[in-house]
């Protein structure tokens, strides 16, 4: 691990922190001067010369959210500082002393970033309440788990040692809170796409469309059993920060290996989201690189970027000889149409520029999930070029079909889309079409839309 990667702040002299202590212990007294039963002193531990970085700032905001959580509707009074020697906190809370104690204490012992809280408790009379004297332990070392204060006394532990631990816990600890974000919206994002009804071709909740070795059912299991690789992937990004494109891709794409293994016992068998593996993948891979080490939103043309530079790696399969000739790469070898490679290329663009903002546009207009995720699967029937339709039908039906659909979208409103797309699901299942590149970027399309509503994302 960087450990100076984490620790990107500036040093600071003893004098500081000396001069720190004393200013803190001047605003204690000024704060207890106007007679709040219980002030709470709230700092980080953080060894060596640099006390003030990004994962401390959010260290530090993580702790102030528990104790908010922990005391809401006691806090009467609060007082934030941030420089240079470290973020403080100072809240007078209108509870009795020893109860508050007991609640900082447990978020001390407990929090996975607990080693690092410094939460000083004292009463009226401006004396410090003990850990010791309510029944709890004494702090614990950080390495060895052993008494804190006396492992600092006799130096047990080097200074080096010491800044790698907190560095590996902080990095641990939002790379694993970030990465269960991304899996949930990824996740979701599978479980709405196959959920919007009715979709043309398409696996939904009414019918299997023009598939007959899966269901409804199918995707569920599937999407269940991809969950987890969505987080390894956003992790292989995280810890692979500025490292070279072509290295991470080589680690996404065996990890999607594995994720299709996963998905196909799942489905006994049955191919659901190959292509949203690698799309997502990809995706999800970038949002962890860019992501790394920094607080949300990240700018999304940031991992857009990344987006392209990982694409640009997997476009090196259209010059190679795979082991497996898959129905995208018949479909570029015939047509010289790149498909989901050509778009992890260019950064997504049918689900940033067509997909996303129909999202937008109709859920603001009032309409469900379900029949804004419905309006914007049409707008992507009419724009992009699927390989799947082509595979499935020929380049000119898919072309015909691709224009029949931009005459039919300006007479799609909120009322009559189920209708019209209905009658469309019908002539599709019985020309046997699929728009499964469609609905691939319909997923990816949710995807940002969640990641956005969730404030992962910055536009």
């Known amino acids: 691990m960087d450990v100076d990667r984490i620790f990107d702040g500036s040093p600071i002299t003893l004098e500081a922190v000396l001069q720190s202590r004393s200013d803190r212990v001047r605003r204690q007294q000024e704060l207890l001067k106007r007679g709040f039963p219980c002030l709470i002193s709230f700092t980080l531990n953080i060894p060596g010369p640099v006390k003030q970085f990004s994962m401390a700032r959010m260290a530090f905001q993580e702790g102030l959210n528990e104790l908010h959580r922990e005391l809401s509707g006691h806090i009467v009074h609060q ?18 002393p020893q109860q508050v104690k007991a609640r900082t204490a447990a978020l001390e012992e407990y929090h996975p970033l607990g080693r ?35 492992c600092a006394r006799s130096q047990a532990h080097s200074p080096e040692s010491i800044r790698l631990a907190v560095a590996q816990l902080l990095d641990g600890y939002f790379r694993d809170q970030a990465a269960d974000g991304c899996a949930a919206c990824a996740t979701r994002a599978l479980l709405h796409e196959v959920s919007t009804t009715p979709k043309p071709g398409l696996v939904d909740r009414l019918n299997s469309g023009s598939h007959r070795d899966m269901d409804f059912f199918t995707f569920l299991d599937s999407s269940a059993a991809l969950s987890p690789w969505f987080r390894e992937m956003f992790c292989l990004g995280w810890n692979s920060a500025g490292r070279p494109a072509e290295e991470l891709f080589r680690q996404l794409r065996f990890s999607g290996q594995q994720a299709e293994q996963a998905m196909y016992t799942a489905t006994g ?20 690189a860019a992501h790394s080490g920094r607080p ?89 070029e699927d390989t799947n339709m082509i595979h499935r039908g020929g380049l000119a039906r898919a072309e015909k079909c691709r224009k029949d659909m931009d005459k039919l979208i300006p007479q799609l409103t909120a009322d009559n889309v189920y209708h019209l ?31 956005e509503q969730q404030g992962h994302l910055s536009f």
């Open 269 to 288: 068998g049955v191919n659901t989201h190959k292509g949203l593996i690698f799309s997502l993948g990809i995706l999800c891979g970038a949002l962890g």
């Open 421 to 451: 797309l209905s009658q469309l699901d019908q002539q599709y299942i019985e020309m046997n079409l699929s728009p499964g590149g469609c609905a691939d970027l319909l997923a990816l399309s949710f995807f940002l839309f969640f990641l």
């Open 79 to 96: 007082v934030l500082t941030d420089t240079d020697t470290g973020s403080e906190a100072f809240l007078c809370v209108e509870l009795p």
């Open 296 to 384: 949300i939103p990240v700018p999304m043309e940031q991992v857009l970027q990344l987006c392209r530079e990982l694409g640009q790696c997997s476009l090196s399969d259209f010059s190679s000889a795979p082991a497996q000739e898959t129905s995208g790469l018949r479909c570029f070898h015939a047509h010289q149409i790149t498909g989901a490679r050509g778009q992890a290329a260019q950064g997504f663009p049918a689900a940033v520029e067509i997909g996303l903002p129909s999202l937008r546009r109709w859920t603001a207009q009032g309409l469900s999930l379900n029949d804004a995720g419905a309006m914007t699967l049409a707008a992507l029937l009419a724009e992009t």
């Open 116 to 150: 690092l809280y410094d939460m000083d408790v004292l009463d009226a009379q401006g004396e410090s309440l003990s850990r010791v004297s309510l029944g709890h332990p004494r702090r614990r070392c950080l390495l060895c788990s052993q008494d804190a204060k006396v």
